[in-house]
């Protein structure tokens, strides 16, 4: 049981936009910034959105995220078939002495 | 270019133990907090442990707190996972990640490839 939710499927076709909902607590998101990873097949994750809706170099505009409350999205627009893959929002959470914690992935799917 | 390469996975019986290591490359280590992030086959990504730059700050997950202890040689740019008790539920690909600031809960905007653990009798 991950501590953020997350929809385990998502999909779409090309040119699409898609969202993918992260839902955590006031000891997690409520308090602290939220990042998004891709994980495409047989490759280990890398940083895709980070600070809510901060895009590292060489991630594309498509790609964009948000924060209220205790909830965050990513949003993929212009949906390419290179997108399918996994996506795990992540964060720290403040209880327990602190500690990182994951969402549970959704499996993004381009028809 | 940033390099994070790691080593020591085994298959190995329930109780043991083990140490894995990360070899860091490609930036000033001391400036970064590292993590230790694992994946159960075909599940998905569970965070370890982690440390800030000097070893300060240090934190686990429930599930590995008081049998993993994390630690981190900044001269020879190492981190490591001392790994004891392990259990059958530890067996994944652990993943090395840096953290993107000096504080063990900065973003993890690098990761190495894994290297798998395999516990089992």
């Known amino acids: 049981q991950s501590v953020l939710t997350q929809p385990p499927s998502a999909s779409g076709t090309p040119g699409q936009r898609v969202t993918i909902s992260c839902s955590g607590g006031?000891?997690?998101?409520?308090?602290?910034?939220v990042n998004w990873y891709q994980q495409l097949p047989g490759t280990a994750p890398k940083l895709l959105i980070f600070?809510?809706?901060q895009r590292p170099s060489g991630v594309p505009d498509r790609f964009s995220g948000s924060k209220s409350g205790t909830s965050a999205s990513l949003a993929i627009s212009g949906l390419q078939f290179e997108d399918e893959a996994d996506y795990y929002c992540?964060?720290?959470?403040?209880?327990?002495?602190?500690?990182?914690?994951f969402g549970g992935g959704t499996k993004l799917t381009v028809l | 270019e940033v390099q994070l390469v790691e080593s020591g996975g085994v298959f190995i019986q329930p109780g043991r133990s083990l140490r894995l290591s990360c070899a860091a490359s490609?930036?000033?280590?001391?400036?970064?907090?590292m993590q230790w992030v694992r994946q159960a086959p075909g599940k998905g990504l569970e965070w370890v442990s982690g440390?800030?730059?000097?070893?300060?700050?240090?934190a686990y997950a429930d599930s590995v707190r008081g049998r993993f202890t994390i630690s981190r040689d900044n001269a020879k740019n190492f981190v490591y996972l001392q790994m004891n008790n392990v259990r059958d539920d530890d067996t994944a690909l652990y993943y090395c990640?840096?953290?993107?600031?000096?504080?063990?809960?900065?973003?993890?905007?690098?990761w190495g490839q894994g290297t798998l653990v395999t516990v089992s009798s």
């Open positions: 990640v840096r953290s993107m600031t000096l504080a063990v809960s900065g973003p993890s905007d690098y």
């Open positions: 490609g930036f000033t280590f001391d400036d970064y907090g």
């Open positions: 440390l800030s730059w000097n070893a300060g700050t240090i």
């Open positions: 006031n000891s997690n998101i409520g308090s602290n910034t």
């Open positions: 600070n809510n809706n």
């Open positions: 992540g964060t720290w959470d403040d209880s327990l002495s602190g500690r990182g914690v």
